[in-house]
């Protein structure tokens, strides 16, 4: 019965991935960021260490097109995002992140910067679905892979666990705060997931990203961004996890093949703050 749940629920992502879309902005994708965010947060007082990289195998020549919102062409690029979160609470963590980029022809370049909060809402089991949310704001390196300075944004996180199947959902509302775009509103994103826990360390998974640009004035489907992702991921001995994986390109706007491959450590450093009331549902 499980499987069944999971593979209407698999249908039901992609159809809403797909589908229930509401719009035209610049940076559609966040090509740092190929990750689908759980309900679940990081212990309090572990720290992560992670590197979220992905590789465009078959993108476009021309810029600003696909994964590319700068001058740079999206084709052969290599974007590598090195993540440092730490558990604040049981229920709240904190992340700041360094990226970079490498043009096809050009050298590693410093790309951005970004800094974010992410926590839970309730313990696990509370509600019908566990409820998480999303804070981040995000520094640009302009003109060369963005066109807007600054940039909020803000997602709930849902998730379902069925047995060894979880279906989560990461809707992503982002606007520009300063620079281009910063006097239009949001645009609307996703980032969507269906997994099965197979083996410790190694279980399969498919994920679903797109874009459609403004909530209020949504891009032409040609022009927008839809992709999808097989992936394996587990984890390694030492607590090292990772996740890798093709991703195809659905829609004429996007890049038309590119390779993910994160990887993260984790580390017990000590704790700031004390448990989280077992009463409680934010801190």
Known sequence: MHRVYFCLGVCLIALLSLAVLPPR?????????????????????????????????????????????????????WYSGEEFTYGLTDR?????????????????WWAGDKFRFRGRLFDEGVLPVDVG????????????????DLELELKPIIEKDLG???????????????????????EFGYRNGAYY???????????FYGGVGLIDDTDPLSEQQHYIFPVAWGELPHGLEYSVGPGFGLTRGSDHVLVKFNIELEHFIGALFGPSSETGWFF
């Open 25 to 77: 902005v610049f940076a559609q994708i966040d090509p740092w960021e190929f990750e689908v965010y759980p309900y679940a947060t990081e212990s309090r007082g572990v720290l992560e260490i992670e590197s979220d990289n992905a590789v465009v195998a078959n993108g476009h020549n021309s810029a600003p097109n696909g994964t590319a919102a700068g001058t740079y062409p999206s084709q052969g690029m």
């Open 92 to 108: 709240i963590e904190t992340a700041a992140y360094i990226t970079f980029a490498q043009p096809r022809g050009h050298g590693f």
């Open 133 to 148: 949310w999303y804070a981040e704001l995000e520094w640009h390196k302009t003109p060369q892979f963005d066109d807007a």
């Open 164 to 186: 060894p199947f979880s279906l989560v959902l990461n809707p992503v509302f982002e606007k520009p705060l300063y620079g281009a775009g910063h006097d239009q509103g949001f």
């Open 197 to 207: 826990r197979w083996l410790r360390y190694l279980s399969p998974g498919v994920e």
